[in-house]
Nanobody, 123 residues
C-alpha cells in the first residue's frame, strides 16, 4: 500500500508559479513510476506529467510542455511539479499518482492516488 499526500497548491495570478509536492509512504518509493494529473470541475481527470523510477525520463502533456517540470527525490520519497507561466485554464485539483509500471498517460495504469491539492489561477 502507498499513501500519497500533496501540498503546495494555492491561488496565484496568471503568469505566476507554484511548486507542488507529493510525499509518499508505505513501500519502496523508488520502485514506482509517479505521475501528476488534474481535474477541473465538470471535466474528466487529465494527465499532466510522469517520471520514471530514477528520475531521468519524463513525459508531459502537450499543454504543459515548457511550463511545468516534474522531478523526484527518492531519498525524501517526494515527487515535485514545478509550474511556471500559469494560466487560468490550469485551475484544477492536482493529484499525485503512483504504481504504474511504465511511463503512461492513462490514469487507469496508476494504482494509488492522493487526495489532491487545489490550484487556482486568476486572470
Amino acid at each position: 500500500q502507498v499513501q500519497l499526500v500533496e501540498s503546495g497548491g494555492g491561488v496565484v495570478q496568471a503568469g505566476g508559479s507554484l511548486r507542488l509536492s507529493c510525499a509518499a509512504s508505505g513501500r519502496t518509493f523508488g520502485s514506482d513510476v509517479m505521475g501528476w494529473f488534474r481535474q477541473a470541475p465538470r471535466k474528466e481527470r487529465e494527465f499532466v506529467a510522469a517520471i520514471n523510477r530514477d528520475g531521468y525520463v519524463t513525459l508531459y502533456a502537450d499543454f504543459v510542455k515548457g511550463r511545468f517540470t516534474i522531478s523526484r527525490d527518492n531519498a525524501k520519497n517526494t515527487v515535485y511539479l514545478q509550474m511556471n507561466s500559469l494560466k487560468p485554464e490550469d485551475t484544477a485539483a492536482y493529484h499525485c499518482a503512483a504504481g504504474a509500471s511504465v511511463l503512461i498517460r492513462a490514469p487507469t495504469a496508476y494504482n494509488y492516488w492522493g487526495q489532491g491539492t487545489q490550484v487556482t489561477v486568476s486572470s
